[in-house]
């Protein structure tokens, strides 16, 4: 498939008014994507556990407009009050979206959002946040042309959600989701996330991501820039080697439950982002003294007690502690015993693998 595909037919224009709504769930990477080429075209391809309790709750009440307008009409509620600081935001994601929904501008939208997971908790809100918004667009363009397919609503659903915020384009679907152009599976895509193609063992369903609430202020250097620093940074095409590697590693490890060489590719993954940042120029770390202290704490449980129990990290100082079903009992009680203390004021979210979106109006 290519852009084109999802340029919308204009033979259908919006009529009258509705609503619309999604609850999309955030993703968390086991292989990372980190550095992209123009149009949000990852420079390597990732994949994602999807989350089921972080989530992003957005309904879309739209309006057909008197005149077609040369701009887009929209207000924002973000947790039932007018907000207008996350505006440009979604102006700059309407823009880039434009040409393959034209009749977002024939109509006046009233965009109501919020998040299961507390403002500035340190979580990044847009990967569920552009999910929940692209498929509400992509529900306007359905009750336009209700003949689109389920593989094309989600597959445009993801392409657009791709256009505000890059890992977004994973939020649609779950449990497991693969971006990006990747030899080992022929129908990924640079345009969008599809669902990982082949066996997953047991070991795999329910596994559980506690997220350790390490620092929740704003992070000193947005994901953004730390893409932009990928462009001639001196280590990049061995990294971008290394997901295509670790990918073809993980087809085994899934397909046998093999919990340890997963640990591997996941610690290893998580610690070679942050790895990146700290070797581009310039250099930034945004890892604080208690993600070290909790990821050494991990360590040192693993070794003494042989729980499969292990950590990731995104572009930021939390921990997501992931673990299988089968070690909950022990993982939790570690967790509250001896990672808690490292959280501030001790917060941290019970999260685990979810099976994506779910349409609420
Ligand atoms: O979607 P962005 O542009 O915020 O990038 C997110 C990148 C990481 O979270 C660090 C990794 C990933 O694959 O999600």
Redesign the pocket.
Same mark, same amino acid.
């Given at each position: 498939m290519t852009e084109n595909n999802f340029i919308f037919d204009d033979e259908f224009v919006i009529s009258s008014e509705g609503r619309v709504g999604w609850k999309a769930p955030s993703?968390?990477?086991l292989v !990372?994507?980190?550095g !992209?080429k123009p149009n949000q075209i990852p420079a390597n391809p990732?994949i994602?556990f999807t989350l089921d309790a972080c989530a992003t709750t957005t309904t879309v009440t739209y309006k057909k407009l008197d005149k077609i307008s040369s701009d887009f009409s929209f207000d924002l509620f973000f947790e039932g009050k007018e907000n207008q600081d996350f505006k440009p935001k979604i102006q700059t994601f309407f823009e880039r979206i434009d040409k393959y929904v034209p009749f977002l501008k024939s109509c006046h939208l009233k965009i109501e959002t919020s998040n299961s997971f507390p403002h500035s908790s340190g979580i990044?809100s847009?990967?569920s946040g552009m999910g929940a918004l692209a498929l509400c667009v992509m529900s306007i363009e359905k009750q336009l042309n209700p003949e689109i397919t389920q593989s094309y609503f989600n597959r445009k659903a993801s392409f657009l959600a791709r256009l505000g915020? =890059?890992?977004?384009c994973?939020s649609i679907e779950g449990p497991f989701i693969q971006w990006g152009k990747y030899g080992g599976i022929k129908e990924s895509s640079n345009l969008f996330g599809v669902s990982y193609p082949f066996k997953v063992h047991s070991n795999f369903m329910n596994y559980h991501d506690t997220i350790l609430l390490v620092h929740k202020g704003q992070k000193t250097v947005s994901?953004?820039v =730390?893409?932009e620093l990928m462009h001639n940074h001196p280590f990049a095409n061995q990294r971008f080697e290394q997901a295509h590697n670790n990918l073809d590693k993980l087809e085994q490890v899934f397909e046998k439950g093999d919990l340890n060489e997963f640990i591997k590719i996941v610690e290893s993954e998580a610690l070679t982002?942050h790895a990146m940042m700290m070797t581009s120029l310039p250099y930034f770390i945004l890892m604080k003294p208690n993600t070290l202290e909790i990821i050494n704490k991990i360590w040192s449980f693993r070794e003494a007690t042989n729980t499969p129990i292990c950590f990731t990290l995104?572009?930021g100082a939390n921990v997501h502690v992931l673990y299988p079903e089968m070690v909950k009992e022990k993982a939790i009680q570690f967790i509250q015993d001896e990672l808690v203390v490292y959280c501030e004021n001790g917060h941290y979210i019970c999260d685990r693998i979810g099976q994506g979106a779910t349409k609420i109006a």
């Open positions: 993703n968390i990477a !990372k994507y980190w !992209k990732s994602s990044a847009s990967a915020s =890059g890992s977004a994973r994901s953004t =730390g893409h982002l995104d572009a």
